[in-house]
């Protein structure tokens, strides 16, 4: 969670009761701060293919040759590209892939890993942490169209967007004990959260990936689609989305991600709180209206 931008509604800000999630997700592996995104509107990456179309963001991870392995220079390219798309007022969702049709995110780049020491080691779990963290903490819904292998680095990407849908043929796990590591960007946090504890240490324990049905057995996945339909579903759900309320999605996403958290009484108040200021803006205002004149809502996202 940010500071809210001039002009904008947050909760948090008239809370001010937890750490901010995010703040220091430019971080470079030395500790320094990575510059903000000026490349404006036209963004090339070297690893990423991003566009945006009728109010979603595309963006492709971009090194199928080595499975989409997460280096250091995708990490820092995916901060940018997210940050451009905070910034976007006309972006109101986000379809996350990787190239080729073997792999979403095959795990760290091996040859990047092999070679850490301890200190560049945490350096580097820090940072990937904080970029995840932004991505999951966006204020706008991120889904993960998972087209093949989602391991290590991979899933714990998968794991920090809103939504997840699977291809049939895809397959999802923390192998990082084979490795004699263990998950480096919160997989320990996030998965237990997201499937329980049980099965998450099964998982984590084990190494072994698993299928995409029993990912969407366990709760670790919302859909499992054929491969050709992937991207597709993927889409009517952004747009299924991007059809409501930007203010309430976002508060929505920031009640949910923030009040499980909380204690429950401190979720609730961030309940009201958020709600309260939903009444005062103009999407409610023309929602309600729509709703008694029996007409599709025209929102504004003020």
Do not use: W
């Not at 905070?86 to 095959?106: N, P, S």
């Not at 320990?188 to 698993?210: C, F, H, N, W, Y």
Request: glycine share 10%; net charge neutral; aromatic share 6%.
């Amino acid at each position: 969670m940010r500071p809210a931008a001039a002009g904008r509604f947050s909760a948090v800000s008239l809370l001010a009761t937890r750490p901010v999630h995010g703040q220091q997700a430019g971080l470079s592996e030395s500790g320094s701060k990575l510059p903000h995104s000026k490349r404006g509107l036209n963004m090339a990456f070297e690893n990423l293919l991003y566009e945006k179309r009728n109010g979603i963001a595309y963006v492709t991870i971009n090194r199928p040759e080595k499975l989409n392995a997460l280096n250091r220079k995708i990490m820092e390219e995916l901060y940018e590209c997210f940050q451009d798309i905070e910034r976007d007022d006309e972006v109101r969702a986000v379809i996350l892939t990787g190239a080729g049709e073997k792999a979403f995110v095959g795990g760290a780049d091996i040859n990047e890993l092999a070679v850490r020491t301890p200190v560049e080691g945490k350096e580097k779990s820090v940072r990937g942490q904080k970029v995840l963290d932004f991505i999951e903490h966006l204020g706008k819904p991120v889904i993960a169209a998972i087209n093949g292998y989602a391991l290590g680095g991979g899933c714990e990407l998968a794991m920090a967007c809103t939504l997840r849908i699977a291809s049939e043929h895809a397959r999802l796990g923390q192998p990082e004990v084979k490795l004699g590591l263990i998950p480096g960007y919160a997989g320990t946090q996030r998965l237990p959260r997201l499937v329980g504890k049980g099965l998450a240490l099964e998982m984590l324990l084990s190494g072994d990936p698993i299928s995409a049905s029993e990912a969407y057995r366990i709760g670790l996945v919302n859909q499992v689609v054929p491969a050709p339909d992937l991207i597709a579903t993927a889409e009517k759900l952004a747009q299924k989305i991007t059809a409501n309320a930007p203010l309430a999605v976002k508060f929505v996403l920031e009640a949910v991600n923030h009040g499980l958290e909380m204690p429950e009484a401190e979720g609730q108040f961030l309940e009201a709180t958020l709600f309260g200021l939903c009444c005062t803006t103009a999407d409610m205002k023309e929602g309600t209206q729509a709703f008694l004149e029996k007409r599709p809502a025209k929102f504004t996202g003020k």
